[in-house]
């Protein structure tokens, strides 16, 4: 796994761990992640993580729009 270190203004008031789960969050909400791979990242696991990503206003429903409109023409 590969490691990165980040350097944040002293503004902003997020711990370590509510950066990872914002990370976490965006690479599964944009694909970059499948669900169990952000849990992992984070250190929690799959239904925990589910949890979170209300809290971060991310769908555990990780499914396009655009595939639901067309899955309901095909319908």
């Known amino acids: ?4 270190t980040l350097e944040l203004p002293d503004s902003v008031e997020l711990n370590d761990q509510e950066v990872a789960l914002l990370v976490a969050a965006s690479f599964y909400e944009h694909g970059k992640l ?3 791979q952000a849990a992992e990242l984070v250190g929690l696991s799959k239904r925990a993580f589910m949890e979170v990503l209300g809290k971060y206003g991310v769908s555990i429903f990780n499914y396009p729009a655009s ?3 067309r899955d309901v023409k095909n319908a």
């Open 67 to 69: 595939d639901l409109s």
């Open 1 to 4: 796994m590969r490691k990165i």
């Open 34 to 36: 499948s669900l169990g």
